[in-house]
């Protein structure tokens, strides 16, 4: 009885380094986008949230008619935007993701801070942009009719 030899089954070196580098090659160029993705997804989440907040201050000041004052004021009680009403302690506090962070615009909005009144009007009217560290930027309008308008 002969015996057949097999052939060696598995994988030659040269094989899996061609697997190994088209990987790197896809982590290459996966990598940045999916950065991207994450610092736009945070940008929007902060604008959202900020968004909400001013539109549930409004809500507050009509459903208790007592203004809401919302300060946009970074690093003040460690967050980024409370509302601190006047002789009260801040009864909210936000804080935007790591690599977002605001700019005052055009409009009234130059005291870094908001009045949302009983009758459901704001104080003044102006812009937010909330931006990242990639150049990516959002705006926020709050008009005099206590509107908040994403944009």
Do not use: C
Request: glycine share 10%; hydrophobic share 45%.
């Amino acid at each position: 009885m002969t015996w057949k030899i097999r052939g060696a089954r598995g994988f030659t070196l040269i094989e899996m380094s061609v697997v190994i580098l088209i990987l790197g090659f896809i982590a290459a160029f996966s990598v940045p986008a999916l950065l991207r993705l994450n610092r736009s997804l945070q940008l929007k989440g902060a604008v959202q949230n900020l968004a909400g907040q001013l539109q549930l201050a409004r809500q507050k000041a009509m459903a208790t008619s007592k203004p809401q004052i919302m300060h946009l004021f970074q690093g003040t009680y460690g967050v980024d935007y409370h509302i601190h009403n006047t002789g009260e302690a801040p009864t909210g506090m936000w804080k935007f993701p790591k690599d977002v962070n605001y700019v005052w615009s055009a409009g009234t909005l130059t005291g870094q801070m908001v009045t949302m009144n009983a009758d459901g009007r704001a104080d003044r009217s102006g812009m937010v942009i909330l931006q990242t560290l990639g150049g990516l930027a959002d705006t926020i309008n709050v008009q005099l009719s206590g509107l908040v308008l994403l944009q």
